[in-house]
């Protein structure tokens, strides 16, 4: 990792992210991607580059993290092929962190609310039905 990140080179450095995000060692990639992301701010590949980051946050289980970077990305790329997965998982992402009744709320609030509003918006998407189940989940276990 350290001869890595030490390369002057971020084709190396991208090439050795893409590989580690290819065999899921999550870390390793995501701190490539940090690194490299400055390289590739104003490149075509930057859009791709910022998704696979934002999934290596979201794949190490760093919620707050991942949501936030999802966010972003919904917010830089709002024409995005991708715009909608991000937009998804950026609910499915308060819905994981939603905890029991008896606990503080919020996340469940902004749950329901997240993904109500990915159903509203992209009422053709493959993920409606799933959306739609976790909403009444969610609903069932607050009351």
């Not at 905890?99 to 509203?120: C, G, H, M, R, W």
Request: proline letters at 5%; glycine letters at 0%.
């Amino acid at each position: 990792m350290n001869k890595i990140l030490k390369s002057k080179d971020p084709a190396f450095k991208l090439k050795m992210a893409d590989q580690f995000y290819a065999k899921k060692k999550w870390m390793k990639a995501y701190t490539i991607y940090e690194d490299v992301i400055p390289y590739y701010k104003t490149t075509p590949q930057f859009q791709d580059i910022y998704y696979k980051y934002a999934y290596t946050t979201f794949n190490q289980k760093d919620y707050a993290n991942a949501e936030n970077l999802f966010k972003t990305f919904l917010e830089s790329f709002p024409n995005s092929p991708r715009a909608e997965e991000m937009e998804y998982m950026r609910a499915y992402i308060f819905y994981l962190q939603s905890p029991k009744a008896e606990l503080d709320q919020t996340n469940t609030y902004k749950a329901i609310s997240n993904l109500q509003t990915f159903v509203n918006t992209h009422p053709q998407s493959v993920r409606i039905t799933e959306a739609n189940r976790y909403i009444d989940e969610l609903r069932k276990n607050w009351r």
